[in-house]
């Protein structure tokens, strides 16, 4: 994990005003607290923070290499599984290598095979090269999006950043939101579409999306996306298949010269991951250590529902003991949980999912103490069919996203005058937008299509929220989250599983159970879908119901002119209690005042104005 940003321009000399961006590389420090490095060229800057992972001294950036008689600079901030496999080739093609970092493979096999070299890599990267020569501007985005890149276009050039944070501080940067970014935040959020940063004029890269800048011309293009294919393998090798994939990807991910750890909640995913990990380690006659979340009398106050029908604990329990890992519960305090959830807005850079975001920033912290690296189990939902809404045909078929049905209560909460016209508009299209993405075979029946437009929906949204929120609030702390179940071929073979393999035994993730039967324990194997812990401790939400009222009714506040206060009052009175979640399961009515709280944090912390 890093964090990278640099300026590009072509109408001036921009060597004078490097110190612009180290003001923007110092803005995410955070993300590389190890060392930092910046590139100065008359047309280019480049600003990176580095946490050191592997080759402490081979893999120094900016980084640059001369081939062939071009020379090129690279920042990157990343990993990739499969280094290995690139060097062997490159050294088959006559390259040389000082150290032995994914850095200098990466930097080297741009250098041999140009943009092509995007169908090599396994990983998750975000990274910016300049062609000195040419003058010429790459940047890439890994095919799942698990590290972000933000860029901001110029008049004669181009910003980019891991971070808004790092982009706001260029002094071209507009500091307002139109219509759009609005919507995007009061309809959407936590969501938001595809290659936006609600900020005017900010964008992302998409997933597997390559950028390149010549001469002022900004061409943006994507290299990967998910495609139908017939699924040739029958029920027995789609098992043992799906088993190899994901042994594969979480024991490529395991490499690093500092410690690592893994998350574990007692749920399917982690519980895979970790048994994977701990197999791995004591092969090396090492300990695993795991860690999970709780909070200070949570099972006093657990509220049982069909969506989180039983707490962590006995299951964490279960698995650590199956394991052996050296096991630690990181309990949190609710008042800090709730106090926090400013500090996770700023780490986010937008609105985010409140105390959802901030207990995983305390959580990570507390790992930060002993581990570097991290390994974590999101994904496997949103891609196996894990969430209520693939098998629930009532979620299935409904024609907007299934888990933010909740667009008459933002209507209701939030001042039409701001929002404009159009709101149902808005949503539906960006809907039909991912839906329509969706690639099929001809062979598809009703019920398989819906499933492909319900997995491209997860995937572009549900997911991209998740491991956002994940890459934000570790790197916010200096801890490295790897997501090996992200891995793109295993999202490639479950989009084309069939549905009768997908759901085996009636089950959410009925192949992944099958897969792992025998392997993990039976009560493991078994368990029911439970999400992220949260805190059910009236202490939280007292928090965030008493510092959202105060701010609904501070002029001050960006939320005095976008609340309806008398919708806001029923609902902190507790007249109206909707059926419908905020945004998924964990996000209901005091999640919905901790979002009020984030979007006058987001609005205060970058000086935004409507327009």
């Known amino acids: 994990m890093c964090g990278i940003a640099g300026w590009i321009d072509y109408g001036k000399s921009i060597a004078p005003d490097y110190h612009i961006v180290e003001d923007m590389s110092r803005a995410i420090k955070h993300r590389g607290p190890d060392d930092e490095g910046i590139f100065v060229s008359d047309n280019a800057v480049f600003g990176q923070r580095r946490l050191v992972v592997v080759d402490p001294e081979g893999g120094k950036q900016p980084m640059t290499v001369t081939v062939k008689g071009e020379t090129f600079t690279l920042v990157y901030n990343g990993e990739l599984y499969n280094t290995e496999d690139i060097r062997q080739t490159l050294y088959e093609k006559g390259h040389t290598f000082w150290g032995h970092s994914d850095t200098e493979v990466l930097l080297k096999a741009y250098a041999e095979w140009g943009e092509a070299c995007l169908d090599r890599l396994n990983g998750i990267y975000a990274f910016a090269i300049w062609e000195h020569n040419a003058k010429t501007l790459f940047l890439a ?72 800048m010549r001469g002022n011309v900004c061409a943006i293009s994507s290299y990967w996306r998910i495609r139908a294919q017939e699924h040739t393998d029958d029920l027995a090798r789609t098992v043992e298949r799906t088993r190899e994939l994901i042994y594969n990807a979480v024991e490529r991910q395991l490499v690093s010269d ?50 989180q029908p039983d707490a962590d604990s006995k299951y964490i329990g279960i ?23 400013i500090d996770a807005t700023y780490a986010r850079d937008l609105p985010g999912m409140g105390d959802v975001d901030s207990s995983l920033m305390l959580f990570s912290k507390k790992v930060k103490e002993n581990h570097t690296v991290c390994l974590s189990g999101e994904c496997a939902d949103e891609i196996f069919a894990g969430y209520p809404w693939y098998h629930r045909e009532e979620l299935l078929y409904s024609d907007t996203f299934p888990w933010s ?42 019920q398989n299509r819906r499933v492909r437009e319900m997995f491209m929906l997860n995937f572009y949204w549900f997911m991209q929220t998740l491991i956002d929120r994940k890459d934000r609030m570790t790197s916010s702390v ?58 059910f401790n009236p202490i939280f939400i007292n928090h965030v119901k008493s510092e959202a009222t105060k701010l609904v009714y501070d002029k001050k506040s960006a939320l005095y002119e976008l609340v309806n206060k008398e919708y806001f009052e029923e609902l902190a009175s507790g007249k109206v209690n909707p059926a419908n979640p905020w945004y998924g399961q964990l996000m209901r009515v005091p999640q919905i005042f901790a979002y009020l709280i984030q979007i006058d944090a987001f609005f205060k912390k970058f000086n935004l104005s409507i327009i």
């Open 141 to 212: 985005r890994d095919r799942i999006g698990v590290k972000p890149l933000f860029f901001y276009r110029l008049k004669n050039g181009l910003l980019f950043a891991s971070e808004i944070k790092a982009l706001i501080l260029h002094p071209e940067v507009d500091h307002t939101i139109d219509n759009d970014g609005i919507k995007q935040i009061l309809l959407l959020g936590p969501g938001r579409s595809q290659g936006t940063g609600c900020i005017k004029g900010v964008k992302e890269l998409k997933p597997g999306e390559k950028l390149k």
């Open 258 to 307: 500092v410690p690592l750890a893994c998350f574990l909640s007692g749920g399917l995913d982690s519980s895979i991951i970790s048994k994977i990990a701990s197999d791995y380690y004591r092969s090396k006659n090492q300990i695993l250590t795991t860690y999970s979340v709780d909070y200070e009398d949570n099972e006093k106050y657990f509220e049982s529902s069909s969506f």
């Open 319 to 341: 698995m650590s003991s199956a394991i052996g890992s050296n096991h630690i519960n990181v309990v949190l305090d609710n008042q800090e949980v709730a106090q926090s959830i």
């Open 405 to 446: 049905k909740s667009l008459d209560m933002r209507k209701k909460l939030f001042n039409p005058s701001i929002l404009g016209g159009g709101c149902e508009e808005f949503v539906d299209n960006e809907y039909k937008k991912t839906v329509n993405s969706a690639d099929y075979l001809s062979t598809d029946d009703k």
């Open 478 to 535: 200096g801890l490295e989250a790897r997501v090996p179940l992200c891995d793109h071929r295993l999202v490639e073979y479950a989009y084309n599983m069939p549905w009768e393999f997908k759901a085996l035994n009636g089950r959410e993730k009925g192949i992944v159970r099958e897969a792992f039967k025998g392997i993990l324990p039976d009560e493991i194997v078994l368990r029911k879908k439970s999400p992220y812990p949260k805190s």
